[in-house]
């Protein structure tokens, strides 16, 4: 049950350092959103859900505030900390056996782009085709077409790991084998860009096994 917002889980995060109580509970909030709000493994939701973040001060240091010049080397390491751990749950899913980061760029708004990555994240052809070490994109195009997002075809570019795999809606001359190889890795990267405006959203999603159809048939 890994589906945002958060997931089936109980998150809890110390520092030594010493933070008012606004500026972490500010900070965390736009981490968990950019993390853990971002993990997906099979769309079902959880009732169960927390993330913590604890603040000793005893670092001594004084107080991280809005303004305090080391404000950004912290809001940096626990953007870091929250994404890998978001990361390691989607690995840690029932019988899965890959995280893929789907990265929509180029929509018209945050929630078309959002509604383009949660379309392919929840394909079940795309992530079965995972499991399978195919780098169908076909089913990337139809899933971004039924997402419900504004897209013109012949503008869309997709890179698995930076490497061009359409171009302008169509097949680039990246030979199948190389994609075929990155699709077979444990982690991988697929970009999506739209070139329909400015908004971007990314999603951690795993790939649908046979094991995680068996595990799940009874409790």
């Known amino acids: 049950m890994i589906d945002p917002n958060m997931a089936t889980m109980l998150c809890f995060l110390t520092t030594d350092a010493a933070i008012t109580r606004r500026t972490l509970a500010a900070l965390l909030h736009e981490a968990v959103e950019l993390s853990f709000n971002r993990i997906l493994v099979d769309g079902d939701m959880s009732t169960n859900d ?27 390491a626990l953007m870091y900390c929250c ?5 390691a749950i ?23 782009a959002r509604q ?10 795309v992530k079965s085709s ?62 999506i860009n739209l070139h329909m405006g400015e908004s971007e959203h990314t999603i951690y999603t795993t790939d649908l096994t046979d094991e995680y159809v068996n595990y799940n048939k009874s409790e």
């Open 130 to 191: 995972w499991f399978g070490n195919d780098p169908n994109w076909g089913r990337l195009m139809a899933a971004l077409g039924y997402s419900g997002c504004k897209l013109k075809e012949e503008l869309v570019d997709i890179y698995y790991d930076g490497l061009l795999a359409v171009k302008s809606g169509v097949a680039s001359t990246t030979p199948l084998e190389r994609l075929k190889k990155i699709v077979s890795k444990k982690s991988f990267r697929i970009t």
């Open 50 to 76: 927390t993330v913590l973040c604890l603040a000793n001060g005893r670092t001594g240091n004084n107080p991280l505030c809005s303004y305090h010049p080391d404000l950004q080397r912290f809001k940096s």
């Open 90 to 112: 989607v690995l840690d899913g029932e019988r899965v056996t890959k995280c893929v980061e789907v990265a929509v760029k180029g929509a018209v708004n945050s929630i078309q």
């Open 83 to 87: 994404t890998e751990m978001a990361k």
């Open 116 to 125: 383009a990555a949660r379309a392919i994240a929840t394909s079940l052809l």
